[in-house]
């Protein structure tokens, strides 16, 4: 099926409002009482079909736990699932070849990955911890297997906007050495 740009575009802009809503809904908003009256709606770069990329599953099978630092400068233990191998712009537009790991948390197997990371927008236009991708799957991740990463979806976790969550930063394997501007912007 060919890929629909319209479509997608109106699906990303309903996407950001349905977030925005969960801001501004105290049961599921990270912002307090006073951060919730004055929102006025996250921050992104402009949908950008470039940044909507496949990438390409390489099972990582060597059963190694990665300690993620937090934001509260404790840790979390993750579990190795996947390299996924893309190509995405760079600065000037050419494509280049990157990697990113997806992890998933130590004993859970819930059929995601999750793809935390850096790149060169990180701290100045983005989350100086870095910014997070899910991923979803059914059945059994294979080696070869594709997954649309669409880098417009990247958001800043929870601890962006309040310290009463403890947030996993992306190890380094993690940091891009290309800016991403698609996804959530941040301002301090």
């Given at each position: ?167 996993p930063l992306p190890p380094q394997e993690n940091w891009l050495e290309i800016a991403i501007p698609a996804g959530e912007r941040?301002?301090?």
């Amino acid at each position: 099926m060919a890929f629909d740009v319209d479509e997608w575009r109106e699906e990303l802009e309903s996407y950001r409002e349905r977030k925005d809503e969960q801001f501004e809904t105290p049961h599921s908003s990270p912002l307090g009482p006073d951060g919730r009256r004055e929102f006025d709606g996250l921050d992104y770069f402009e949908p950008d079909p470039d940044y909507r990329v496949e990438a390409t599953v390489e099972l990582d099978e060597s059963d190694e736990t990665v300690t993620m630092a937090t934001s509260t400068d404790g840790e979390q233990l993750y579990e190795r699932v996947a390299r996924l191998h893309f190509e995405i712009p760079d600065q000037r537009g050419e494509p280049t070849e990157q990697t990113l790991v997806g992890y998933r948390r130590v004993d859970q197997d819930d059929g995601s990955l999750f793809v935390p990371f850096r790149d060169k927008t990180t701290g100045q236009q983005t989350y100086p911890g870095g910014r997070y991708i899910e991923l979803h799957y059914q059945g059994t991740l294979e080696d070869g297997f594709t997954f649309t990463l669409d880098f417009n979806l990247a958001y800043n976790p929870f601890c962006a906007f309040t310290e009463a969550y403890e947030c996993p930063l992306p190890p380094q394997e993690n940091w891009l050495e290309i800016a991403i501007p698609a996804g959530e912007r941040y301002e301090a």
